[in-house]
């Protein structure tokens, strides 16, 4: 079936941003210096974590393979989106735009369940903080970080499979920068309501099941810190969840803004969004973590000093 796919139809066309031909090169450097920030930083947090013994507990560890599957999911598209803007070629081929489907579902969804993962961490850190060592064992961090790739794999899976039997139109543009599901699905000659059936179920569960654990651990939280209410006990709440806080509503802030509560001139929200998920967060929250965080200030503090000294 793939190969018949792609025998009817080899490339797919990508159509970018709507941006104006003058203002091309100001895009193509504003994204360029946003994706090299977003590497950077993010491979700056694994190398704090990874070289500094203080940052081995849990929370870090999945900060981690946050950081990690940050970086892979702006490498996913954005290096294919600036190599069009510089060559003004739109062209991406049949396997490329299915393998581009694939890897964004995957890592959108790890991305997802990783701030539940974390969530949960918070929740046991400030309403179980006697029996934190004893919970969150090592053998349940690891658990949890390979059930949300096996379950990402799975759903990124899901949607690829019941994509390639469908045969495509002449059309071949795409009105993104991204081979985005949706604008394949309207693209396709095929009747595609069983994939419709399938972006319901699956998305919803990979979407509003992480909201719920996450805000079931706040609400936990909450209840926790003003059984007992103390100013200190309410800085340590923010001082320990601040971060992620930030990230999760900067998160779900934009899904909800965009899809939920649309604007009348709503025509590029999922080119907006993709945005948004690929570069604008993944850029911040290396700046969120380090900024809020005082551990990570002292090991990059630590980090610098032992560069400084081995210079010299």
């Not at 969804?109 to 539940?116: G, I, K, P, R, Y």
């Not at 179980?128 to 934190?132: N, Q």
């Not at 590029?268 to 948004?276: D, F, G, P, Q, Y």
């Given at each position: 079936m793939w190969t018949e796919n792609q025998s009817s139809i080899s490339e797919f066309l990508l159509l970018g941003l709507p941006m104006q031909q003058e203002h091309q090169a100001m895009y193509f450097a504003m994204f360029l210096g946003m994706y090299l920030t977003t590497v950077l930083g993010n491979l700056l947090i694994i190398l704090l974590i990874r070289l500094d013994s203080h940052l081995h507990t849990p929370m870090y560890f999945f900060l981690s393979h946050l950081a990690l599957t940050d970086v892979s999911f702006s490498s996913v598209t954005v290096p294919k989106m600036l190599m069009n803007m510089q060559t003004q070629c739109q062209s991406i081929s049949y396997a490329g735009c299915i393998s581009q489907v694939y890897f964004f579902i995957l890592f959108g969804?790890?991305?997802?369940?990783?701030?539940?993962v974390m969530a949960y961490d918070r929740y046991v850190a400030i309403c179980?903080?006697?029996?934190?060592t004893t919970i969150m064992r090592d053998e349940l961090c690891v658990f949890l970080v390979i059930g949300s790739w096996v379950l990402s794999c799975a759903i990124a899976l899901s949607h690829t499979l019941f994509l390639v039997p469908l045969s495509f139109c002449d059309n071949r543009a795409i009105p993104h920068f991204?081979?985005?599901?949706a604008a394949l699905l309207k693209l396709s000659c095929s009747d595609t309501s069983l994939n419709d059936l399938i972006i319901f179920i699956l998305g919803g569960m990979s979407t509003i099941l992480p909201l719920n654990g996450i805000l079931f651990s706040y609400v936990r939280i909450g209840i926790s810190v003003l059984r007992v209410p103390s100013t200190k006990g309410i800085y340590k709440a923010f001082s320990t969840c601040g971060s992620h806080i930030?990230?999760?509503l900067l998160f779900y802030g934009t899904i909800f803004g965009l899809y939920f509560f649309p604007s009348p001139s709503n025509s590029?929200?999922?080119?907006?969004?993709?945005?948004?998920y690929m570069v604008v967060i993944p850029m911040l929250n290396p700046f969120i973590y380090s900024l809020k965080n005082k551990d990570m200030k002292r090991s990059l503090g630590r980090l610098i000093k032992r560069v400084n000294s081995s210079c010299k």
């Open positions: 969804c790890l991305d997802n369940l990783l701030l539940t179980h903080c006697l029996h934190y991204l081979c985005d599901l930030s990230v999760v590029n929200n999922s080119i907006i969004a993709s945005i948004v």
